[in-house]
């Protein structure tokens, strides 16, 4: 699999394209991609300024897309973000736009909790440096998020999102978490998009070159495409997808999937059925039919462009 | 070292089977005479690095030539000029992904240079998950390209032009590598990475050379370096490098040296601060590192090193040829007067500047609570160091750790703010004028501005 790709898209010269027959690829367009509109109600809660605090998960069982959690094998780090010129609801924007930069994060410290499912606001770290953290937790000092993932890379993974509030007067010193099902709420639309329609002596190669605005409204960049996937559902309709989206893979019949490393093209017949890796045999016309491209580094985890396909002859 | 320096310069430029030859030109498959020489077999191919062209041509006697491109028939760039001989290999660097390439030949056989016609290529695309900061700003051309090491959500060094494209860039493979530093070589053939430690043991720390063009990666075992390296003239490699001892209580113990390490794989310490330093007063303090060095370049001029250790929160100057200490400034072993100005506080990057003075980012401390570049007026035999300029973002950020400075000849200077991502340009006055943002999850450690990849010193 890795070679056809690498083929396809590492050493391909991208003029190749040009000398293409339009028809010699699936193309998937603006005009096809779905759309995705995510809110974050991310819980708050007040602690005393300047000074140490707990944070528990060990009862939060569901995560933020509702997905259930085990508060010890699924947490591997504990991220805490200062946000120091940001409100909580422009974090909360900012996050499910995708429109945050480094440097709106003044500070970001972690904890990698093993099997322990609590931490303290002095057990957090920098690398190798321990800063005193408590004297800039003060009332007024911006926004501080705890983001609890799965995985230990910087903003990927989020499992459980938690405002922790620094107030002065405040005598609350520790927080409990328990469930993450209303912090997520979204709108999807799969129904209004047009379908990619495929002819059945189509070659599978996928062409994503006029894909230029991802499902969330924001410019595709082409290197954050790190997967491309094929979803098959034998028995369901798409309005039934579209109220289940966050549960899509799970749903699915079946799956398929490769790592994408480079271009605007992916060789469908080369992606490997998750479960068996057995090759894609192609489409066909039973059923629903999705194509995904995933970004794995994104910290929004809705797909960078999904549409469906259907059998046109 | 040798064999491995050796290998890396030798080296095939490419892997053939990866690189398409689309060169398009007029005579691309002809032969066509230029003064004296036949020229022939001009082929360009995408490097394992697709930002990077390889160029080939021969010439039916002894030639030298090079090539000038750039992004339409005016070019712009050349490149060095190849050995006398008939077979001639350049790289194309410094060109986005994804963009067209005009390039013409240009050969020499003793009677002057002689152009071939135009020739064009289309560089590839940029794998998946490399990271694209965002510029904003305009500025001189204090400088053309900068090699940034990224950390975080993705460890990665890119080299970036002046409007924040990519122009090369290479994901390293090194399992719980910790990438501290990527400087391109002063020969302009490779870059140069230090990782400090893999999965967090010092032993393992590793240094690698990755070829221009992307084909051959050099890994050279550096045990117990950390932090920081540089390059002296000669190709010698610097580098702060730790070595561990036992407290009076049997606890392991750390301090810094200065190691470089030469070209026939040689090891000199320069300096250690076990033996410069009195560690007695650190003996019951937790750090496992005592000194922390955390930042080191080499000072041409006055063939000196400076050493910033950020436990102690002192920066020396090292002299190199006897290894003793001439100086010290800022933290705990402080010689200087700062005359009631704002002392630095656990200082990272820094430049003794050619008029003598120190630029410095100056971490600061929570207590104080922002960060800032601050350049000192330094009257070396009178101890008096005099803050003369210093430049506090607005708003302001406080960098727990790295953060690079940089001073141009036109007084402008690049503020590196590495884990916050951001690297700004501001005049003299502490307007910025540039700037470059990462996106969320990624930092960067110290940078290099570079003028060129071409006619290196």
Request: charged share 20%; net charge negative.
């Amino acid at each position: 699999m890795l070679p056809s790709l690498l083929a396809a898209c590492v050493g391909g010269d991208p003029t190749d394209t040009a000398d293409v027959p339009a028809r010699a690829a699936i193309s998937f367009a603006n005009e096809n991609n779905f759309t995705f509109e995510g809110l974050l109600n991310i819980p708050s809660f007040a602690v005393e300024a300047t000074t140490d605090f707990s944070l528990s998960w060990a009862d939060l069982d569901k995560d933020l897309q509702c997905h259930d959690l085990d508060p010890v094998a699924d947490i591997d780090n504990v991220g805490l973000m200062a946000f120091p010129y940001l409100t909580e609801a422009e974090v909360e924007d900012g996050l499910a736009r995708d429109s945050l930069r480094q440097v709106d994060m003044g500070v970001y410290l972690n904890y990698e909790p093993g099997d322990a499912t609590e931490f303290l606001l002095s057990q957090v770290s920098f690398g190798g440096t321990d800063p005193d953290i408590e004297p800039l937790f003060e009332d007024g000092s911006g926004s501080w998020l705890v983001v609890l993932t799965t995985g230990t890379g910087v903003a990927l993974g989020s499992r459980m999102l938690v405002f922790v509030s620094p107030q002065d007067g405040e005598d609350n010193h520790a927080v409990s978490v328990d469930d993450g099902c209303a912090l997520l709420d979204y709108t999807v639309s799969l129904t209004t998009l047009t379908p990619v329609v495929i002819a059945a002596d189509d070659p599978l190669t996928l062409d994503w070159s006029q894909l230029t605005v991802t499902g969330q409204g924001s410019p595709l960049d082409p290197t954050k495409v790190s997967k491309v996937m094929v979803a098959y559902f034998a028995d369901t309709d798409v309005a039934s997808l579209e109220a289940q989206f966050l549960d899509l893979e799970s749903l699915a019949t079946t799956t398929w999937s490769a790592p994408h490393l480079a271009g605007v093209q992916a060789d469908l017949g080369a992606l490997l059925d998750d479960d068996d890796q057995s090759p894609f045999p192609g489409f066909d016309d039973t059923g629903l039919w999705l194509v995904a491209l995933v970004c794995d580094s994104c910290p929004v985890p809705a797909p960078l462009g999904l549409t469906l396909v259907t059998s046109g002859g | 070292m040798r064999a491995a320096l050796a290998f890396l310069l030798l080296a095939a430029a490419c892997d053939p089977s990866l690189a398409d030859k689309d060169v398009v030109g007029t005579d691309s498959d002809d032969e066509a005479t230029l003064g004296d020489a036949a020229v022939s077999d001009v082929t360009a191919d995408l490097a394992t690095i697709v930002t990077v062209v390889v160029v080939r041509w021969k010439t039916d006697v002894e030639a030298t030539g090079h090539v000038e491109f750039g992004p339409d028939e005016t070019y712009g760039i050349s490149t060095n000029t190849t050995a006398s001989g008939t077979s001639h290999e350049v790289f194309l660097v410094g060109t986005a992904a994804d963009t067209l390439v005009h390039f013409r030949v240009v050969v020499d056989t003793g009677s002057g240079p002689t152009p071939t016609s135009d020739y064009t290529i289309t560089t590839g695309p940029l794998p998946t998950g490399t990271p694209q900061p965002v510029a904003s700003g305009t500025m001189a051309d204090e400088w053309q390209f900068m090699v940034l090491p990224t950390q975080g959500a993705v460890a990665a060094v890119t080299i970036v032009n002046q409007v924040g494209d990519v122009v090369w860039y290479y994901r390293p493979v090194v399992e719980g590598g910790n990438l501290m530093r990527a400087l391109l070589t002063n020969d302009r053939k490779a870059v140069l990475l230090g990782h400090a430690g893999t999965q967090g043991k010092l032993e393992d720390s590793l240094l690698q050379y990755i070829s221009i063009d992307g084909g051959t990666v050099v890994d050279i075992p550096a045990p117990f370096f950390d932090h920081d390296l540089d390059e002296l003239p000669d190709g010698t490699v610097a580098m702060i490098s730790v070595e561990r001892r036992t407290r009076p209580n049997g606890t392991p113990w750390e301090a810094d040296r200065i190691v470089e390490l030469a070209a026939d794989g040689t090891e000199t310490v320069i300096w250690n601060a076990w033996e410069s330093l009195d560690s007695t007063p650190y003996v019951d303090q937790p750090a496992p590192n005592w000194t922390h060095g955390n930042g080191l370049d080499y000072w041409a001029e006055e063939d000196a090193y400076l050493i910033s250790l950020k436990e102690i929160g002192t920066l020396c100057k090292v002299n190199r040829s006897t290894g003793e200490i001439e100086w010290m400034i800022d933290g705990e072993l402080n010689e200087f007067d700062f005359g009631g100005a704002e002392v630095v506080q656990l200082q990272h990057q820094f430049e003794l500047m050619p008029n003598g003075n120190l630029l410095l980012f100056d971490n600061g401390t929570p207590e104080r609570g922002y960060s800032r570049a601050v350049e000192l007026e330094l009257d070396i035999d009178a101890r008096i160091a005099t803050q003369i300029w210093e430049y506090i973002r607005t708003p302001p950020l406080l960098v727990f750790a790295k953060g690079d400075v940089q001073r141009f000849d036109n007084g402008n200077t690049l503020v590196t703010w590495s884990p916050n991502g951001e690297i700004q340009l501001v005049t003299p006055e502490g307007l910025p004028v540039w700037q470059l943002n990462a996106e969320l999850g990624q930092g960067y450690t110290f940078v290099q501005p570079v003028d060129s990849f071409y006619n290196a010193p």
